[in-house]
Every structure is written in C-alpha cells, then in structure tokens.
C-alpha cells in the first residue's frame, strides 16, 4: 500500500467537498448561507429601526401644543409635568 502525502490545499478541498452528517457538502452549506444573508440583514434592519425609534421616541419630550419645542427628557419619561 502506498502512502500518499497531501499539502494543505488537498486536504482544505477534501474538507470543503466531504459530506456532513446532513448529508450536505460543506461547500453546498456555505454557499446557501451566502444566499441567505441578505434576507436575514434585511430581517435584521427590519427589527432595529423600530426598535432604535421607540427608545428615541420614548426619550423626548414631545409636546403636542408646542411642536417646535422638544427636549430629551431622558430617564424622566414616567412623571407629568
């Protein structure tokens, strides 16, 4: 039997190209997660804006009379005055 010596870029595409135990290549997985990352970043900004808007909005002191006049109450949101 002979052995055979294999430099890393051999054994890189023989790990790239094995199978896992989804049956999937390594190769099929990565290229489908490159697929679905625009989707998933578009979901992601999806939920931040909201998010980042409502502890603004919830931050200012915005007065319905005076729209003009808006300070940042900061953590004084919960009293009346």
């Known amino acids: 039997m002979e052995t055979k010596i294999l430099d890393a870029d051999a054994i890189r595409t ?3 190209t094995a199978p896992t135990t989804g049956g999937v290549s390594k190769q099929k ?3 489908s997660r490159l697929m679905v990352s625009p989707s ?3 979901l992601l ?3 931040a ?3 980042s808007m409502t502890i603004y909005f919830s931050l200012i002191r ?3 009379l005076y729209p ?3 300070s940042m109450s900061a953590w004084r949101t919960s009293g009346f005055s």
């Open 14 to 16: 023989m790990q790239d």
């Open 29 to 31: 997985a990565r290229i």
């Open 40 to 42: 998933v970043l578009l």
């Open 45 to 47: 900004l999806w939920m």
């Open 49 to 51: 804006v909201p998010l």
């Open 62 to 64: 915005y007065n319905l």
């Open 68 to 70: 003009g006049e808006t």
